[in-house]
């Protein structure tokens, strides 16, 4: 005869958390060897998740810089400010899905290293935009080791 199986919903959901446990390390794990900073924008907030690793790249530690909109935008230098927040505030307005930039950043150190942002706009069913979820990579190490040409 064969025994009738017997669901364990408490096994299945105690499977289901340690699987997304390992995931989440492995995601942490990735983030930090390739020190791509990451960010999170409810868009109807000021207030803006900044990663450890995102305010790394600026030069402070988690603690010394806000996770706000304003901090992020304070550390666009000022000579890309105009363009950045234009191009944002058009890819969040017009249905865009994404949004993209190269913008040179204020460096705690007064250096200006230069940032690819590639995010996300995350829309409702009626294409109101509710949230971005963005990436950060800092090029300046790539753009240095680039060979001149035609000079």
């Known amino acids: 005869m064969i025994a009738p199986s017997i669901y364990h919903p408490q096994a299945e ?27 999170d924008w409810p868009l109807r907030s000021h207030e803006l998740y900044l990663s450890p690793i995102f305010k790394r790249m600026l030069g402070y530690h988690d603690h010394e810089l806000a996770d706000s909109l304003q901090a992020w935008l304070s550390h666009i230098h000022a000579d890309d400010y105009d363009r950045v927040t234009s191009a944002l505030e058009h890819a969040v307005r017009s249905g865009a899905r994404k949004f993209q930039t190269v913008h040179r950043a204020k460096h705690r150190s007064g250096t200006t290293p230069l940032f690819l942002i590639k995010a996300s706009i995350v829309r409702n069913s009626q294409g109101t935009p509710t949230r971005m979820l963005g990436a950060v990579i800092d090029l300046t190490a790539v753009t240095e080791e680039l060979p001149v040409v035609g000079v």
């Open 13 to 39: 959901l105690e499977q289901m958390i340690a699987e997304l446990e390992a995931l989440d390390d492995w995601n942490s794990q990735v983030m930090a060897e390739t020190e791509i900073g990451v960010f």
